[in-house]
C-alpha cells in the first residue's frame, strides 16, 4: 500500500510539469505501470482505496430532513410560530393547535414537491459513463468507470465516452468532440505529442477528458486523474463553492414577513394600551391584541404560495420544464436577461452542409441536422442533381474520403463518427448516393493538425482513384485541375481566385470550410502521399454549420417582446457565433473573445454588456463574470446551458436551466430548472408560466392583505367607540385560515392574462405590494372593515334579546361574505370581468360556494356554533348582509371597467 501511495503521489507531484507535457513513457514511469499488462487487480484495489471513486460530486446533496427543515426558515413562518406559542402561553390551545397545523401543512407541501423534484431529476440524470474497457493483469476487461483508478490503461474506440481524464499513450485518427467542456462544437484532433506546459484547455491535444467522447479514430491512453481531480471535476468543484442565490419572490416575501412583523406588533401594542386606557380588562386586550396580531399576518400565506407554487410545477412539466426549487418559477418571469450558450441550446448540435461553392456556381442545401431530407437549390430554385456532374462528383468524394455514417432509431436521425464527416455522408444522401458495396480501400493518408487533409484510395474496376479532403488553402496548393460542369482543365490564376474569395467568403460567415478533390491513379502508381496528393483535380468547397433549432428565431422574438435580453455566450469561433446571432434574430454586432475579455476591466465590460454583443471563446470563469456583473447592474439574470462548463454560471445565475435530455450532471445538479426537451422555446413558455404564477400571488397576497385590513379596522375602530368585542380570536383564525385560504389558493389558479409576454419584466426592486397595491388595499379593507362596524353596532342597538350575540355573529358573517365579494376584485388587477369572463376559473366559483357553505354551516351546525360563538340568522339579516356586501366589488368593477376602456386606444395602437 505504501508503495501505491508514492507512486500515485508522484503522480500528483508530477503536475508540476502538466500530464499533456509529458512523454507517454514517462507518464508511465511517474505512474508505475507496464503498458502491455496495466495493473493488476491488487493493485487498482489500494489505488481505489488511495483515490476514491471516480464520480463527480455534482452537488452537495441534502438529505430528507434538510429539505423539509429548509420549509421552516421563512419570517412568515417564524412570526405564526411565535403567535402559537403565546396563544398557547395563554390557554387558547385550539388556536395555537390550529396555526401548528397550517405551519406543518406549508412544510409537507413544500417538501413533497421538492422531493419529489429531486427524484424525478435523478431519474432523468444519465451517468457519464457507466462503463469503459481496460487493460488489467494483461487482458482487455469491461469494468464500471467509476471503479477506474490513476494508473489504469484505457482502450477507446469511435463513440466511447471518455471515463477519466487520459494521457494518451496511441492515437489513431483520434478525434474527440470536447464541447461539452470547452464549449466548441467541432470535433479536435488528438494525439500523443508532449504540448507546451501553459497550453490552454483546448489546445491540449495529447489529453482526452472524463465526459467527452471520441467521433473518430481508436486510442489507448492512461488514466491521470479521476473524480473531483479531473476537469469535470475541477468545474464541478467551483460550482459547489458558489452559493445559490435567494429568488426575488423570497427576497420580496422576507421583506413583506418582516414588515408585517413589525405592524403586528406595532397594532396589537398600541390597541392593548389604548384599550386599557379607556378601562378595558387588561385580560381582555391581551386577547384582543393577539386577536390583532394574528388578523394582520395572513396565516394562509405561506401555505396558498407554495400551494400556488407546487401547482406550477405541474403546469410547468407540461411545458417541458422540470422544476429543482418551487420558486424558480416565479424567478424566470422576472428575468430581465437570458445568457444563454450555443451549442446544443441555440443551435441542434448536428453539423449540416449549408452551402456548396463548385466552379460553375454556388449552391444552397436546405434541411437540417442528420436527416437526409432535404434538397439543392439556386436563387431559391430546387436543382436537379442529375443534370450537374460536377455536384455529384463532390457529394461521391465527400462519401468516400470519410468514416462516418448515419442513421435512425425511435429517436429519429443520428450520426456515429466524426460530425463534420457525418454532414458529408448527409448530403450525399440528399442526392441518393450511397457507399459504393463493391469498392475497395486499399490505402489512407489520415487527416493530422500538420497534414489538414485526408486521402481514401479506392480500388474499382475502371481503376484506382483517390478522394481527398481537408482544410481550402491546403488543398488548393496539391491541385492542378479544376471540374467545371463535365469538363475537367487546367486550374488557372482566375480559378484560384474565385476559390479563394468563397472559401474566405463561407468562413467569414460563421461556416466551417472544406474542400474536396480528386485525382484518378496510374496503376503503377506509388501510393505515397507525395505522389498521390498531387496533380489533384479541385472539386469545390462545402460550408458547415450546426444549424439553429428551427423554434428558436421566433423564441428570440417572444422574448425581445417579453422585454428580455438574450446574450449568447459561447466557446465557439467568433464569426459563428455572429452567423448563428444572425440567423436566430440577435441583433448582435460584435464578438468580444475569451482574451479580450481577460484584457477588460469590469467597469468597460460593464459598458460592453449593455450593447448587443456576443460572447465567443469563453471559458468557465468568464460566463461566471459576465452573469456576475449583469447581477451587479440590477438584472435579474437566467443561464441556460447543458455542458459542464456552464455549470457555475447556472448556479451563480438567478435562476439556471438546464438541458435535460444532453445535459451532464454537473450542469442540472447546478440548475434551478430542467428542459426537458432541450428546446430553448420551452424556456418562454416557462417565463410566460412563471409570469402567471407572480401576477396571481399579488393577486391573492392583495386580497388576503386587504380581507385582513378590514378586520383590524373593524376592531381597532370598535375599540374606540367603546363598544365590546366585535370579533373573537377564534373567528378571525376561522376567517384567516379556513375561508380566506380557500379562496387564495382558487386565485392562484388564475389562468395567463392576454397579454402578459407584452409587458417588460417588472423591475428587480419591485416590492410585492406597490403604492397602487397598498392604496387599494386600503381603500377595499377600509369598506369591510367599515361595512362590518355598521353591521355591528347596527344590530346592537337594534334592542333583540340577545343583542350581542346575534350583532357578533352578523358581523363574523357579514365580514367573511364581504371578503368573498372581495375575491372577484383580485380575479385580474387589470381588466374588468367583462373582459376575463367570469367563468374562465372556476377553482375561484368552486371555492366561493365551499367556504360561503362553511360558513352557513358555522351559523347553524350545533358544533360549530359552540365553537365559534355564534347563533342562528334568519332570512333578513343575510339580505342585509348581501346589500351591504355588493358595493365592494361593483365599485371596484366599475373603475377597472372605465380605466379599460380609457387604455383601450392605446392598446388598438
Known amino acids: ?112 414537491q421538492e422531493w419529489k423534484a429531486e427524484k424525478a431529476l435523478e431519474a432523468l440524470a444519465r451517468m457519464l459513463a457507466p462503463e469503459c474497457k481496460v487493460l488489467r493483469d494483461g487482458r482487455q476487461q469491461t469494468i464500471e468507470a467509476r471503479l477506474l483508478v490513476p494508473g489504469d490503461i484505457v482502450i477507446l474506440e469511435i463513440g466511447d465516452r471518455v471515463p ?59 488514466v491521470a486523474n479521476t473524480g473531483m481531480s479531473t476537469e469535470f471535476g475541477r468545474i464541478a468543484q467551483l460550482t459547489r463553492s458558489i452559493e445559490a442565490e435567494s429568488t426575488p419572490l423570497q427576497r420580496k416575501l422576507s421583506v413583506l414577513g418582516k414588515k408585517l412583523g413589525i405592524i403586528s406588533v406595532g397594532i396589537s ?30 396565516e394562509g400565506l405561506p401555505a396558498v404560495v407554495t400551494i400556488t407554487l407546487a401547482l406550477g410545477v405541474r403546469a410547468m412539466v407540461r411545458r417541458r420544464a422540470l422544476l429543482r426549487r418551487l420558486q424558480a418559477a416565479e424567478a424566470l418571469g422576472a428575468a430581465t436577461v437570458v445568457c444563454t450558450d450555443k451549442t446544443g441550446t ?44 460536377d455536384l455529384l462528383a463532390l457529394l461521391e468524394v465527400g462519401l468516400i474520403c470519410n468514416h462516418a455514417h448515419v442513421e435512425k432509431d425511435d429517436n429519429g436521425w443520428h450520426e456515429a463518427g466524426e460530425p463534420t464527416e457525418a454532414a458529408l455522408v448527409v448530403a450525399a444522401y440528399k442526392a441518393w448516393l450511397h457507399p459504393k458495396e463493391h469498392a475497395d480501400t486499399i490505402s489512407e493518408f489520415s487527416f493530422n493538425s500538420t497534414r489538414k487533409r485526408m486521402t481514401v484510395i479506392e480500388h474499382r474496376a475502371d481503376g484506382m482513384h483517390a478522394a481527398v479532403k481537408g482544410a481550402p488553402e491546403v488543398i488548393l496548393e496539391h491541385c ?61 468547397v462545402v460550408g458547415i454549420i450546426d444549424p439553429p433549432r428551427p423554434e428558436v428565431s421566433q423564441a428570440v422574438q417572444t422574448a425581445r417582446e417579453a422585454g428580455i435580453r438574450v446574450v449568447m455566450i459561447t466557446g465557439d469561433a467568433p464569426a459563428t457565433a455572429l452567423a448563428i446571432a444572425q440567423r436566430i434574430g440577435l441583433p448582435a454586432k460584435k464578438a468580444i473573445t475569451g482574451q479580450d475579455l481577460n484584457n477588460l476591466d469590469d467597469s468597460r465590460l460593464d459598458t460592453l454588456l449593455s450593447g448587443e454583443v456576443v460572447f465567443a471563446r469563453t471559458t468557465p470563469e468568464h460566463k461566471l463574470r459576465i452573469v456576475s456583473l449583469l447581477q451587479k447592474q440590477g438584472e435579474i439574470v437566467g443561464m441556460t446551458g447543458d455542458g459542464v462548463n456552464d455549470a457555475p454560471a447556472l448556479k451563480k445565475a438567478d435562476i439556471g436551466i438546464a438541458m435535460g435530455l444532453r445535459g451532464t450532471d454537473v450542469a442540472k445538479g447546478a440548475a434551478d430548472l430542467v428542459l426537458t426537451d432541450d428546446n430553448f422555446a420551452s424556456i418562454i413558455g416557462a417565463v410566460e408560466e412563471g409570469r402567471r404564477q407572480y401576477d396571481n400571488i399579488q393577486k391573492f397576497v392583495r386580497y388576503l392583505l386587504s380581507s385582513n385590513t378590514g378586520e383590524v379596522i373593524a376592531i381597532f375602530v370598535n375599540i374606540l367607540l367603546g363598544g365590546p368585542l366585535i370579533l373573537l380570536p377564534v373567528q378571525i383564525l ?69 343583542a350581542l350575540a346575534i350583532a357578533q355573529t352578523v358581523a363574523f358573517t357579514g365580514i367573511i361574505v364581504l371578503e368573498k365579494m372581495n375575491v372577484f376584485n383580485f380575479r385580474s388587477l387589470r381588466a374588468p370581468m367583462s373582459v376575463i369572463g367570469f367563468f374562465t376559473n372556476r377553482w375561484v366559483l368552486g ?17 360549530l356554533q359552540q365553537a365559534l360563538h355564534t347563533v342562528p340568522l334568519g332570512w333578513g339579516d343575510w339580505g342585509m348582509i348581501l346589500v351591504v356586501a355588493l358595493p365592494v366589488f361593483l365599485m371596484s368593477e366599475l373603475y377597472k371597467w372605465l380605466r379599460w376602456h380609457q387604455q383601450q386606444p392605446a392598446r388598438n395602437d
Open 480 to 540: 492542378s485541375h479544376i471540374l467545371e460542369g463535365n469538363e475537367e482543365r487546367e486550374l488557372t490564376p482566375a480559378d484560384r481566385a474565385a476559390f479563394t474569395d468563397a472559401y474566405s467568403h463561407m468562413a467569414q460567415s460563421g461556416l466551417r470550410t472544406l474542400a474536396l478533390a480528386r485525382r484518378t491513379l496510374p496503376e503503377d502508381v506509388a501510393l505515397k502521399e507525395e505522389v498521390v496528393e498531387s496533380e489533384l483535380t479541385l472539386l469545390g
Open 346 to 389: 441555440l443551435t441542434q448540435n448536428q453539423m449540416t452542409v449549408r452551402r456548396i461553392w463548385l466552379p460553375s456556381g454556388e449552391i444552397e442545401v436546405t434541411g437540417t441536422g442528420y436527416d437526409p431530407a432535404g434538397h439543392f437549390e439556386v436563387d431559391g430554385t430546387r436543382l436537379d442533381y442529375h443534370q450537374h456532374p
Open 847 to 863: 371555492a366561493w360556494a365551499v367556504t360561503v357553505g362553511l360558513q352557513v354551516c358555522a351559523v347553524y351546525v350545533p358544533f
Open 164 to 222: 477519466a481524464d487520459l494521457r494518451l499513450l496511441e492515437a489513431v485518427n483520434l478525434k474527440a468532440d470536447e464541447s461539452t467542456l470547452t464549449g466548441e462544437s467541432a470535433s479536435v484532433h488528438k494525439d500523443t505529442a508532449p504540448v507546451a506546459a501553459d497550453a490552454p484547455l483546448a489546445g491540449r491535444r495529447s489529453m482526452v477528458w472524463m465526459g467527452t467522447s471520441i467521433t473518430n479514430g481508436r486510442a489507448r491512453g492512461i
Open 734 to 802: 376561522w376567517m384567516n385560515l379556513v375561508t380566506d385560504g380557500m379562496t387564495a389558493v382558487a386565485l392562484g389558479l388564475e389562468p395567463v392574462e392576454k397579454g402578459v409576454m407584452k409587458r417588460p419584466p417588472r423591475a428587480a426592486h419591485e416590492p410585492v405590494l406597490d403604492r397602487g397595491g397598498m392604496l387599494m388595499i386600503l381603500v377595499l379593507g377600509g369598506y369591510i372593515g367599515a361595512a362590518t362596524l355598521w353591521l355591528f353596532h347596527y344590530y346592537l342597538n337594534a334592542g333583540h334579546a340577545q
Open 1 to 112: 500500500m505504501e508503495k501505491t501511495t508514492q507512486a500515485t503521489q508522484a503522480g500528483h507531484d508530477a503536475t508540476a510539469t502538466p500530464w499533456h507535457a509529458h512523454e507517454p513513457d514517462d507518464v508511465l514511469r511517474t505512474l508505475t505501470v507496464d503498458p502491455q499488462q496495466g495493473l493488476s487487480a491488487n493493485e487498482a484495489k489500494q489505488r481505489l482505496a488511495a483515490h476514491g471513486l471516480n464520480v463527480l460530486e455534482v452537488s452537495k446533496r441534502e438529505h430528507w430532513y434538510q429539505v423539509l427543515a429548509r420549509q421552516f426558515l421563512d419570517v412568515l413562518i417564524a412570526i405564526l410560530m411565535i403567535a402559537a406559542i403565546i396563544s398557547l402561553a395563554i390557554g387558547e390551545i385550539g388556536d395555537a393547535i390550529t396555526i401548528f397545523a397550517i405551519i406543518v401543512l406549508n412544510g409537507i407541501l413544500g417538501f413533497v
Open 269 to 298: 401594542v398600541v390597541v392593548s394600551i389604548t384599550g386599557w386606557l379607556l378601562g378595558k380588562p387588561v385580560l381582555e386586550m391581551f386577547l384582543t391584541g393577539v386577536s390583532l396580531a394574528v388578523a394582520v399576518v395572513p
